[in-house]
């Protein structure tokens, strides 16, 4: 019993200390983001990377998502003679909750797992310490060009993830199963409004500063060389999923009482 309670107790301190060390990396984030001098060209290798090269995987997983969300509301619509409303369904749920989440998701397999290994690589062999020692500081240099990147580019592949999936929805009700298109494009606009839109962009710029900044904590602090280093990604790819969707539920709380209510 008495080994029970202090492992528990150890457990406890051990998480208590590492909320401590990721909220002051988090105010140091801010704090250099702040500071010159800003490294522009780090920001757009970042953007460059994070965004550009990671719209192919946001083409496909968002074309998948509205076909197979469509194909199955259109068999459930079909019962009440509705199947017109699946685009105004699929684009509903997809600008509000699905093409943030998604979006997030796919950008923490591709992007938020190699910024923690990368980050985490340059700790193991020291290029760290040797950044410090040119008096750069690794946060400002490393972090803060990720960080914002994330900020910029996640919005932008979600907005791509919105209409690719609406266009999935149309190929597999209109193309496909031979709903009017009037009656769907109809539905379509007159159902979805620019504040389903607004919010999914601000989710997703909030889960994008959240996997970053994650994913960058990770990296930062691994040890024990690449054992460590995969230990970490690991760890990475798990807190930063689960803290998404934590914070997809708070905003997605929030903004039905403040937007739509």
Known sequence: MKGLM????????HSVEGFGRFSLFTANVFKWAARPPWRL???GE???????????????????????FSLQLGALLSMFRAEFLSGAAVAKSTTRELAPVITSLMLIARNGSAMTAEIGTMRATEQIDAIETMSVNPVQYLVVPRVAA?????????GICNIVSVVGSYLIAVVFSNVDEASYMDQLFKMVNPADIYSGLIKAAVMGFLVSVICCYYGYYARGGAKGVGTAATGAVVSSSVSILIADYVMSDLMLKLVYY
């Open 150 to 158: 994330s900020i910029l580019c996640f919005p932008v592949l979600t």
């Open 6 to 13: 202090s492992k528990t107790v150890q457990r406890i301190t």
């Open 46 to 68: 970042q953007m460059e990377h994070i965004g550009v090269m990671s719209v192919p995987i946001i083409l496909l997983s968002s074309l998948a998502i509205g076909m197979i």
């Open 41 to 43: 060209y780090l920001l």
